[in-house]
């Protein structure tokens, strides 16, 4: 029988329990170690956004199921009012699923989510020990020695560090120094009964925001993020930040402050903002950083626990996978860091523009919401992560063989890796739609799919020579590497055509060959635009960067004026452009699945 590989996850927050339940419940062989005496006592609320309920739901449909019914979902139509301290709407933002991603968003309680997955996760098999933490770790050959607060060395396979902003894994892992202060303070607690009712609410002050949402059993949670300088308000305690706070909402719109004056005083937490910048690795052989741990950030997108979700879910997928110990967490690294990096400077930015610290910065930000409709920037790029398609489970059929049926006969391929590229620079636009609707269809064929969306790696703006220096470039160009096929999805417009193919050119050639081709890999092209005769110069145009890249073009380009709808639930006859994009992917995935029977494939970038 295969011994069951040993994990120890430090730290028992959100993150280290998705990953442990997610983990054990694939039969690993998981333990859970908390440095507090209980688990999930602390804190008020958050908000789960469609990123994190994928991440949810490929951690495992029982884990994604529990954490939906810890929370309260939107309803359709459901909107968040945006108004200044004296009450005043600036404007109301689509909560219900419409204007978040499609997916309702769901407040719930920290103390409800921890719950449900302490519960996933001792249900799954994985071991809780409390009032023990990591202080120490010594890689060895083939394991990791474990220190722990109480003296013990324990040994295990693989170490997860996910014990928080203040982490000892990450300190022993970087030696990076304390985070940095942010130059504001957080107070949270909730209240039962407020006049607000079950309506979220973000209320602007100068130096002061609130958020405020619904959990439920006429419960609201509520953050205030108020500018100070570092340790004032801690040292106040709960019960003194919460009669501070409401001497600083004098002459607030009366519901808000309400809200704070009869809150429990024993529900409060205050807590000073931090956060890291990105951090140059999360690895150390056989040791991984996840969460906060890795990537700490402020609250102003509410991602925090989102990002670990996702964390979670791929390093689960990850250390299930057969691939060695340290092989898994580098490759788990290589899918998060730029993510999480991007996400951590944007919260930043957005943190920033909220506090509106004085009478300028006040007025940009409640400008800033009355001509976008919303409070944060356009969220579409961070709430549109989606994982990989998972590793297939225990006892079933693996991926990696597939029949695919071409026109000519049958072949049974390899499962191949395609790399999706959608040119257009407009977060959501219809390119990276239908760039994400092609990844499906390679999935539904057994490939792996991999979409870069322009946003992502600004193409087709990329300048030879950033490979060494942008993390982006440098996952790309990983991908292009592993990649067995290649789909390209540009919009008609002149001003991206035109550079596709010079920028094509310059990305491969930073993969180190003096002579950049893709060696014979399928490249497959999507024309996105209502212009026939646009249509017809952008797929010409991508066909010569086809050949210029030694790939190997389709011969069925599509040209589409916007992104198909999802495969029809009664099986109906598709649009003929949905069925040439459908044969097109075919193709790509067919041949692509060729060339990932070889043993030993051309290296990218070498010379012809």
Request: proline content about 7%; charged content about 20%; overall charge neutral.
């Amino acid at each position: 029988m295969t011994r069951q590989r040993s994990v120890v996850v430090a730290g028992g927050g959100i993150g280290g329990l998705a990953a442990a339940a997610s983990m054990a419940a694939r039969g690993l062989d998981v333990t859970v170690l908390e440095r507090a005496e209980r688990i999930g006592t602390g804190g008020s609320g958050l908000v789960l956004y469609p990123n994190g309920l994928r991440a949810a739901d490929a951690l495992g449909t029982r884990i994604g199921a529990r954490i939906r019914a810890a929370g309260r979902a939107g309803r359709p139509g459901e909107v968040r009012v945006l108004m200044d301290a004296r009450g005043t709407v600036l404007a109301e933002e689509p909560v219900g699923g419409a204007g978040s991603g499609g997916t309702p968003q769901i407040p719930v309680l920290r103390s409800a989510l921890h719950r449900a997955l302490l519960d996933e996760a001792l249900t799954a098999g994985a071991a809780v020990v409390l009032a023990t933490a990591v202080t120490d770790y010594t890689v060895r050959t083939g394991q990791v020695a474990v220190h722990l607060s109480d003296g013990s060395v324990t040994a295990c396979d693989a170490l997860v560090g996910a014990d928080g902003i203040h982490s000892a894994v990450r300190a022993r892992m970087l030696a990076d120094g304390p985070p940095q202060y942010r130059g504001y303070t957080s107070v949270r607690g909730r209240t039962t009964g407020s006049a607000l009712g079950q309506r979220g609410h973000v209320v602007n002050g100068r130096g002061i925001q609130m958020f405020i949402a619904p959990v439920g059993d006429d419960t609201l949670y509520w953050t205030a993020k108020i500018t100070a300088p570092a340790g004032v308000w801690p040292a106040l305690g709960p019960a003194g930040a919460r009669l501070a706070l409401l001497e600083a909402l004098e002459g607030w719109y009366a519901p808000v402050v309400d809200l704070v004056r009869t809150a429990d005083p024993e529900d409060v937490v205050v807590t000073d903002i931090h956060d890291r910048d990105p951090a140059p690795r999360w690895v150390d052989d056989r040791v991984a950083l996840l969460g906060d741990a890795a990537h700490p950030m402020v609250p102003a997108l509410g991602q925090g626990a989102n990002l670990a979700l996702e964390d979670a879910a791929v390093l689960a997928d990850a250390l299930a996978s057969p691939a060695p110990v340290a092989d898994a967490l580098a490759g788990y690294a290589r899918e998060r860091m730029e993510r999480a990096a991007a996400v951590v400077l944007a919260s930043r930015r957005q943190g920033a523009l909220d506090q509106g610290a004085d009478r300028a910065g006040e007025e940009r930000r409640n400008a800033h919401i009355r001509s976008a409709g919303r409070k944060d920037a356009d969220l579409a790029d961070v709430v549109g992560w989606r994982p990989r398609p998972q590793c297939p489970e225990p006892g079933r059929a693996p991926a990696a063989t597939t029949t695919v049926r071409p026109r000519k006969g049958t072949i049974v391929m390899g499962a191949p890796h395609i790399v999706l590229i959608s040119g257009s620079l407009r977060p959501g636009s219809t390119c990276d739609r239908v760039a994400e609707w092609c990844a499906q269809r390679c999935a539904e064929h057994g490939a792996s799919a991999r979409v870069f969306t322009g946003t992502e790696i600004d193409f087709p703006a990329y300048r030879p020579g950033l490979a060494g220096r942008h993390a982006a470039v440098t996952g790309f160009l990983e991908e292009l590497r592993a990649a067995d096929g290649v789909i390209l999805v540009s919009p008609t417009y002149h001003a991206t055509v035109s550079g596709l193919l010079k920028n094509a050119l310059d990305y491969v050639n930073d993969i180190g060959g003096p002579v950049p081709y893709l060696q014979g890999r399928p490249i497959g092209t999507v024309a996105v635009g209502s212009a026939a005769q646009g249509a017809v110069s952008t797929l010409t145009t991508l066909r010569t960067i086809g050949h210029a890249l030694r790939g190997w073009p389709t011969p069925v380009g599509v040209a589409v004026s916007q992104a198909p709808e999802q495969p029809a639930a009664d099986g109906g006859e598709p649009a003929p452009d949905v069925e040439r994009l459908t044969q097109m992917v075919s193709q790509v995935v067919w041949l692509g699945g060729i060339r990932a029977e070889d043993a030993h494939p051309p290296v990218l970038g070498a010379v012809a």
